[in-house]
Structure formats: C-alpha cells, structure tokens
C-alpha cells in the first residue's frame, strides 16, 4: 500500500523493485496505491506496473489509508511512502517478523535504524519522535515512521479519525491501546531529494501536535488495555503507591490458598503473581490481550456469569470490580457459588463509609470528570460486606486498607456449602 502524492515520476521504479521483492518472497499480493492528488500520471504508472489505484473519498494521508485498508484483501498489510531512494529491500526485514506482533514498524530510532536526510528534517523528526513518544509510553521510539505490515484484521477493526499524517502515530496508539503488540526492527530510511517527501516533517509535525492531546488521553484511559500494569510504574507517585500496595496486600493474603480464579483481572500486575494453576477472568478482549504475557490461563466473561463448576476454586479474588456493577446484578452470588467449601474470598472495593475515599474521589472527578465518580455505579462500606457475608455463613479473616480509603477484605468459607 503506498499513498502518493505528486510522486509520479519515482513510482515506476519503486513499484519494479517491489515487485521483484514479493516476487522473491513467494508470496501472493496486490499492490495499492492510493492517489492523494488524483493526477493522471500516478495513475499511468501505477497501472502500467500493475497496482491499482484508489482514489480516496477525502483528501489526506489519513483518509488515504481508510480507504485503501478497506478495500486491501491480504491477511498483512504492508504500508510504505513514495519518497524512498532505493527499491524497497527493507520488506525482506519485515516480512519474517510478521507472526511476532500485529504491527512490525521499520524504525530509525532502533539499534541497527539510521535515516539520511537532511538536518533540519533530521533534527525535527527526532524532536518529535524521541522527546513526545516517551509520554505515550508504547514501547515504540519511532512513531512517525509509515513503513510499517499489520496484521489486517487488527487494523481493519480500529476506527482512527485522523485525515493527514496526524493518522499515522494514532493508528500505533489506538493497537496499542486495543492490546495489540507492536515491534520495532532497524530501518535505514534514505529518502529521494528531488521531492517534497508526503511525510515532510513540518506538516507531520503540526497535525500531531494538534492531536497529541486527544491521543495522550486515550493511552492513559482505564479502557487502555495496559493501564493497570502501567500504574504500577506510573510518574504520579499516589498511582504508584496505590497500585503497588493493592498488590502487596493481594499476593500476601493469596499466600498458600492454592489456585486462584481471578475476577476482573485487567492488566494487574498481580495476574504474574498468582499461583499455578491459576485462572485470570475479564469481560474485555483488549485486557486478556495485554494479559497473555503473564503465562496464566485467561478467560473473557462476565463476572454476572461465570463459566465454573460450583465449588471448582479454593480461593476467588475480586479487586475493583463489584462497585463497577449494579447491586442487583449476581456477582457476590457467582463468586462464593465457584468458591469450594473452605476456600477464602478475596474482595477489595472502596470505602465509602470512610472520609478519605469520599474527599479523594470528589477531587479526582474535578481533575478527570467522567471517572471514579461516574464509574463507580455502587457504593459499598465495610460494614455492609461484612453483613452482607456473615449471613451467609462466610467468617471475616483479615481487614486491609490503603490510605484508609480502599477496602481489602478475606472471607473464608464455610465448610459443607
């Protein structure tokens, strides 16, 4: 797929060397070609080598790639740019790569990756690359770079709004954020100098700045798909603290409790602590994802309906789940019905019987509205889970707090039920 514009007069070449590339690869492809300018020598010349061109609805980078991942029919997609001084070899360092990660970026900032190009274009993409990626936290040091394959169905499912070249680091953000695995091999990008290359810096530069915003806030979202697991290395040190105290307290009242079926697991750094044998539950795919890194089994379902033989887990850890959920739902229910006779619950919840949640969360809601206030459809204390459990035969084990705010409770229960 090579989005062109104003690039007649190197198409020719670029696309003969591609094709001599797939050809020795041996695999069966199609080449698109995007016609940002829609001019009739682009369309001569990619038809003469073979490709098909594609006129995009919309003007821009962005609405280029929409199209033309909507119309592509391979199970990878392969992007590159126009403005490239040799054939297009690098797809041979692609290709191999192609079932590690649903997107393999040829990068210029890796070990290995190195870019000729002028110095200003050199200094501004490494401005922007090198001091705004960090923030993102993605694991990736080249976000700019268009040369990149997908995996097509990953791509074809995410819906990025960006119609200039501001599209090219939210498709990577917007993966990311979906727990798709990205990765990085060396590039050595040498771009023609008889043209104004579609990726000029300048203009990349503005439409992301002019996004960066929006995409810095989808990364740090709780929907993120790595945002548990980031808080437990996060800059703010509150969310550091909180996260690596949940955990503590977690794994020490998990100790010696056998298997464990973790309920709403997310991406907790917790999931690479539980015990053998273990299973980690989520109702969202993205989660699970991130997830699979941590070599335990994982599920997606409900907590409302968990697909368990009564009795089937000595121990069943619930953390930050049941005030995200309406009261009548049957979460308390599902989790003492798959805990076997004995086995000890583990349920952690905010406090809000207690000042010190109540104050943090009404100042939290004025920094990010729409959260904590807005997520948390129920509102449990202390002495309502304790009653709540006694009555059903359940004893209280040990009480934990963090900041006197949230709530860590163990239930051990009953023999015979």
Not at 19 to 45: F, H, I, N
Not at 323 to 328: D, G, Y
Not at 385 to 411: C, K, N, P, Q
């Amino acid at each position: 797929m090579i989005p062109v514009l104003d690039d007649a007069p190197g198409l020719g070449p670029l696309l003969a060397g591609l094709a001599r590339t797939l050809e020795g690869l041996g695999v069966t492809s199609e080449v698109l070609v995007p016609d940002c300018g829609r001019d009739a020598r682009v369309r001569r010349a990619a038809m003469d080598a073979g490709a098909s061109v594609i006129e995009a609805p919309a003007f821009g980078y962005g609405a280029a790639l929409r199209e033309a991942f909507a119309r592509a029919r391979g199970r990878f997609i392969i992007t590159l740019d126009a403005d490239l001084a040799e054939p297009p070899e690098f797809v041979r360092a692609l290709w191999p790569h192609r079932h590690e990660a649903d997107v393999v970026v040829a990068s210029r900032y890796v070990r290995g990756g190195r870019a000729t190009m002028p110095l200003v274009r050199r200094v501004l993409s490494s401005i922007f690359n090198r001091a705004l990626a960090p923030a993102l936290r993605l694991g990736v040091r080249d976000l700019s770079s268009a040369f990149r394959l997908y995996r097509a169905e990953t791509v074809r499912a995410q819906a990025f709004a960006g119609q200039g070249f501001d599209a090219v680091p939210e498709i990577l953000v917007r993966l990311v954020a979906d727990g798709r695995r990205a990765l990085e091999v060396p590039f050595h990008y040498t771009p023609r100098r008889d043209r104004r290359s579609m990726a000029r810096p300048i203009a990349f530069g503005w439409t992301y700045l002019r996004t960066f915003w929006s995409l810095w806030r989808l990364r740090n979202s709780i929907l993120s798909a790595d945002y548990d697991a980031r808080a437990f290395d996060s800059l703010i040190p509150l969310q550091r603290y909180w996260q690596r105290r949940r955990c503590r307290h977690v794994v020490e009242l998990m100790a010696g409790q056998g298997r464990v079926l973790d309920v709403g697991c997310g991406s907790s750094r917790i999931i690479e602590r539980l015990p053998a044998g273990s299973v980690a539950l989520d109702i969202l795919p993205r989660k699970l994802r991130h997830a699979r890194r941590f070599g335990h089994a994982l599920v997606c379902a409900s907590a409302a309906v968990l697909p368990f033989a009564d009795g089937e887990f000595p121990c069943v850890l619930c953390s930050q789940v049941i005030e995200h959920v309406p009261r009548e739902a049957p979460v308390l229910d599902e989790l003492c019905r798959v805990l076997a006779p004995g086995g000890r619950l583990i349920l952690g919840t905010p406090d809000y019987a207690r000042w010190e949640w109540v104050a943090l969360e009404a100042l939290y809601a004025r920094v990010a509205p729409g959260a904590y206030a807005d997520e948390h459809v129920t509102h449990y204390t202390r002495e309502l889970l304790v009653d709540e459990f006694e009555r059903r035969g359940f004893r209280l084990e040990a009480t934990r707090y963090i900041a006197r705010a949230e709530l860590i409770l163990a239930f051990r229960k009953p023999d015979g039920r």
